[in-house]
């Protein structure tokens, strides 16, 4: 059976690096740009497979040219899609994204569409749930809650109405929305806070502290979060303790910055071992 379930908005997009960001009606030259699938339940569906994990993606994309390139991506990747539904109705969502070279940062803007996916029937098959922004309203609908068969887990860049850390077993906020993981104790969960170049906070009730971000080539952290909450999922299905797991986390998202796009840098197991045995020495 499939160990993650990872529930959420999966997204075509264009992805442009420039210098600097230009001002208003000012021209510059694009150094680079590619096409790429990205959404952050979905990359974090594509990090579990780099890593070995068994993982099965469930979202909605259109019957369109944007929605076969999701599927095959996802397809190559090994990752599950007997619960990616494919709806004529809708255009599959997209997004373009301009990064800064000099700032490292980005700018994004989405065309999404509002269809939630539909609830698995083998849904009690599933260890882990993890779920994005769009994936919380997902099973919120589905009526799936802590302490049912699967743990939960949830990678959030926003406040959002209804948002609950006690809701999830693993909860790993956006420094936007809390820098502050002493929830974990009342909430008897995981909390791991991402900080970027600054390294992540963690705590489990008993255990807190912070790893630093490793030190790494740096064409883009697009997508970085969205990888360190796949890798973090990954660590649980492993059974690390937690300050091992957000160092496997902080390797996996650092090392996925040497790309452009929010997944071609990202790890495989054996590369990741390698690393961390590097590190070590």
Same mark, same amino acid.
Do not use: H
């Given at each position: 059976m499939s160990k993650v379930l990872s529930v959420g908005i999966a997204t075509v997009d264009t992805i442009v690096l420039v210098e600097k960001y230009p001002a208003a009606n000012e021209r510059v030259v694009a150094l680079q740009s590619i096409r790429a699938v990205g959404g952050p339940a979905t990359t974090a569906a594509v990090t579990m497979a780099r890593l070995g994990i068994d993982v099965t993606l469930s979202c909605v994309i259109g019957d369109d040219d944007d929605g076969r390139f999701i599927f095959d991506t996802l397809k190559r990747e090994g990752v599950d899609t007997r619960n990616v539904i494919v709806n004529p109705a809708i255009r599959t969502a997209i997004g373009t994204i301009v990064v800064s070279k000099s700032e490292q940062t980005r700018a994004i803007m989405v065309q999404p569409h509002s269809e939630l996916p539909v609830k698995p029937a083998n849904i009690s098959d599933y260890e882990w749930v993890h779920v994005d922004q769009f994936g919380m309203k997902a099973i919120n609908d589905w009526g799936v809650v802590r302490g049912g068969s699967a743990k939960l887990s949830i990678d959030i860049g926003y406040a959002t109405p209804g948002l609950n850390s006690a809701d999830y077993d693993l909860y @790993?906020?956006?420094? +936007? %929305?809390?820098?502050?993981?002493?929830?974990? @104790?009342?909430?008897? +969960? %995981?909390?791991?806070?991402?900080?970027?170049?600054?390294?992540?906070?963690?705590?489990?009730?008993?255990?807190s502290g912070s790893v630093p971000a490793i030190a790494s080539e740096i064409v883009s952290t697009l997508g970085a979060g969205d990888v360190f909450h796949g890798a973090l999922v990954a660590t649980q299905v492993w059974g690390k303790p937690i300050e091992e797991a957000v160092t496997i986390a902080n390797a996996v998202a650092g090392l996925s910055c040497r790309a452009l796009d929010g997944q071609s840098g990202i790890p495989t197991k054996a590369e990741l071992t390698a690393f961390l045995a590097g590190a070590r020495s």
């Open positions: @790993a906020p956006s420094e +936007n %929305i809390t820098t502050d993981v002493s929830t974990a @104790a009342q909430d008897k +969960n %995981i909390v791991v806070i991402s900080q970027g170049g600054e390294g992540s906070i963690y705590s489990d009730g008993v255990n």
